[in-house]
Structure formats: structure tokens, C-alpha cells
């Protein structure tokens, strides 16, 4: 049995695959520093599976900077490249190291592997991930990457099994981190999300887009460390509408709160232009992620702000979260696909295994 693990700084969340089966869930939160090996001793515990029972563990790993583009087994150099990526990713690889080291302390020979966020992106033209930055700076890493990988990754795979692989496809991932990712031919080409999570999308608690002078500005007043926390912890639907969950914004009926789910449906649309352009146009739209698969209200505003590309909604069935929401008059197609992001990386693993035993 392969265990998937998703491992943040204070939470520890298990799935196990047989195959493509998932068979035990288990998540741990409220981790103290240093307690992400008991919490994976009390995860599987909570899934009922003995460590015994693992020949390989796979994780989320965020962040795979310019050089780890595919999901890999973890041997030291991996490791050194996980590590060489936390400041890329200093709220998020540094937690996935330490996943990664609870697991070797629990089970030593246990084979591990990684599954980057970024890899996906890999694809995209140097074009559309180069910033326009002096050589120097652009050498140290700092370019566009982009995110949810794992996540576009399987709606891919799950649209492909279904012989509904659109050639230009506007795939939507809208949960607490939201992007959008550009996919022509099964491949992205384009997507939100920059050097960091914290790009494009208006988010739950990170602004989204914003000037390079205002991050200053910022950093000016308050100093980086606590710029960083106001830009990725304290901004988003959380700041406009006084939540990061939509539901209590939808309940709040409060100006600022129907002003932070406008701000949120409006930089959908004007980023989705983005992608379609990227893409020379669009033949469908997916959603994914908490918002993308239960927020009507949302969907239905992103989808009628692009009436204009011949996107046409069916209310009925957006108002009931149905997983086909164009109508018969739409250029477009538009799904809801759940997502389905540790079943990707069990599958990724398992090739990965497959061709060593090969
Ligand atoms: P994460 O990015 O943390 O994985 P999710 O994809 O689970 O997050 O999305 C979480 C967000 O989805 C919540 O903050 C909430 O805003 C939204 N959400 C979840 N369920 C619903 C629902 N039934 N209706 C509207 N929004 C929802």
C-alpha cells in the first residue's frame, strides 16, 4: 500500500492507495513543532494501517523550483533540491521536509517519493515565465513557476479517461489558494500564480496581483517579515469581507462582504482573459477545488463575465453544483470535476515504482 502525504507546518493530512483505490484517510492538526513524527504514528493509527502494511510513501511537495519537474524518488540530491527551494517556498517546502523526515524516522527503508506543485508548469513557454528583470536577478531563481500542479494534473488525466480533452481548456482550481492554469493539448501553457502562491487570484487570505512598488511600500512601513504576513496571511476575501470561507461571506450580507466576493468573481474573469488569450481561445472551462466545486454564486458570475467568448451557462444546473454546467446554446463546455489531487500523486508514484522495477 502507497501512503500519500500532505504535510503543512501544523497539520499532517494521510491518504492510503491500493492501486488507484484509496482505501484509509486520516488528518492530524494542531501539530506542535517537532511532533510531525507522533502525529504520522497517530494518522495511521486513525487509518487503521500498520506501518508494516506501506512499501512506499509518496508526498506534496510545494515547491520543485527549475529543476525538479517530475514526480521522483527522494534520494539525497532530491532532498538537497526540496531544500534548495525553501526560499522559494518558505511557508510551505520546509513543512514538506519535515514529512518527509517523520517518515524516515518511523520507517527507514520505506522508498519516498515527491510530487511537485510546480511541475506541471514545467511546460509553460520562457516567455510566459521569465520576468522582465535584470539577468543577475532572473539567475537566482526568480521567475514565474506556478502552482496546483498536482491538481490541474488530474483534471487532465480525469478528462482525458472520459474522451473529453478539450485542445484549449481554462481549468479554474478556487479554494483557499485559487489560480487559473491555460491547458492546450493536456499541457499548460499559462497559469496565475507566479514565483509564489501569492500571485493573480484574489484569495482567501493572500492579495493576489499586486505592484512590485505598493510590495515595497509595504516592506517599507512594516518591514519584509511582517509585509510577508500581511500580503499572504492577512489580505484577500479575509481583509475586504472580514472571512477567507465563502460561505459566511454569502451569509454576511454586509457591503464589505458582497464587495470582497464581486472583487473575487471580477479578478477571475479579467485573469481568465489572460489564459484564454495565452491560449488563442477556449473550447471549455473546468472547476475545481472547495469554492470552484460548491459556490454557485461564484461560478455563475465567472462564467457569465466570459458570455463574451460564447459562454453560455445553465442556471439550473450551476445552481445545483451539476458536474455538466454548459447550455445547449454554449460555444463552450463547462464542467465541475472534483478534485483529485492524492490519487494523482499515488498514480505518478506508482509509474515512478513501476519503471524502477522494470
Ligand atoms: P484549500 O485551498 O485549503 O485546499 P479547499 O479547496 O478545500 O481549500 O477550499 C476551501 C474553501 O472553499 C473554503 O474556504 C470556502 O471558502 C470554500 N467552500 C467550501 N465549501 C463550500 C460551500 N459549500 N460553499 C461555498 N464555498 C465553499
Not at 510531525?36 to 508494516?52: D, S
Not at 506534496?60 to 534520494?75: E, F, K, S, Y
Amino acid at each position: 500500500m502507497l501512503l500519500i502525504v500532505n504535510a503543512g507546518s501544523s497539520s499532517l493530512k494521510l491518504k492510503v492507495f491500493d492501486g488507484a483505490e484509496e482505501v484509509a484517510k486520516a488528518s492530524v492538526e494542531r501539530i506542535a513543532a517537532g511532533g510531525h513524527r507522533v502525529a504520522l504514528e497517530q494518522g495511521l493509527a486513525e487509518a487503521g494501517v500498520p506501518v508494516t502494511r506501506l512499501h512506499a510513501a509518496a508526498h506534496r511537495v510545494v515547491h520543485g523550483g527549475a529543476g525538479l519537474t517530475a514526480t521522483c524518488r527522494i534520494t539525497p540530491a532530491v532532498l538537497a533540491g526540496i531544500e534548495a527551494c525553501v526560499p522559494l517556498a518558505p511557508l510551505h517546502n520546509p513543512a514538506n521536509l519535515v514529512g518527509i523526515q517523520a517518515v524516515a524516522e518511523l520507517a527507514p527503508n520505506l522508498p519516498q517519493y515527491a510530487c511537485f506543485d510546480t511541475a506541471f508548469h514545467a511546460t509553460n513557454p520562457k516567455v510566459a515565465t521569465d520576468y522582465a528583470l535584470p539577468c543577475e536577478e532572473r539567475q537566482r531563481g526568480l521567475r514565474r513557476y506556478g502552482f496546483h500542479g498536482t491538481s490541474y494534473a488530474a483534471l487532465v488525466r480525469i478528462l482525458s479517461a472520459r474522451g473529453a480533452l478539450p485542445e484549449r481548456l481554462l481549468a479554474c482550481h478556487l479554494g483557499n489558494g485559487a489560480s487559473l492554469c491555460a491547458i492546450v493539448n493536456g499541457r499548460s501553457v499559462a497559469t496565475t500564480m507566479g514565483y509564489s502562491p501569492l500571485d493573480g487570484l484574489t484569495m482567501g487570505t493572500r492579495s493576489g496581483a499586486i505592484d512590485g512598488n505598493a510590495v515595497l511600500r509595504l516592506a517599507e512601513l512594516h518591514g519584509v517579515a511582517r509585509a510577508g504576513e500581511i500580503l499572504n496571511r492577512e489580505s484577500g476575501l479575509l481583509a475586504l469581507g472580514g472571512s477567507n470561507d465563502l460561505r459566511a461571506l454569502h451569509r454576511a450580507g454586509t457591503t464589505e462582504a458582497a464587495f470582497a466576493l464581486e472583487h473575487f468573481a471580477y479578478w477571475a474573469v479579467r485573469h481568465a482573459g489572460s489564459m484564454v488569450a495565452a491560449m488563442g481561445g477556449l473550447d471549455a472551462v473546468v472547476f475545481t477545488g472547495g469554492i470552484g466545486e460548491n459556490d454557485h454564486w461564484v461560478r455563475g458570475n465567472i462564467l457569465r463575465g466570459l458570455r463574451f467568448m460564447g459562454v453560455e451557462v445553465d442556471e439550473p444546473a450551476n445552481r445545483q453544483n451539476a458536474s455538466e454546467l454548459h447550455d445547449t446554446a454554449s460555444r463552450v463546455a463547462i464542467w465541475i470535476v472534483p478534485a483529485d489531487e492524492e490519487r494523482q500523486i499515488a498514480l505518478e508514484a506508482q509509474v515512478v515504482i513501476a519503471g524502477e522495477g522494470a
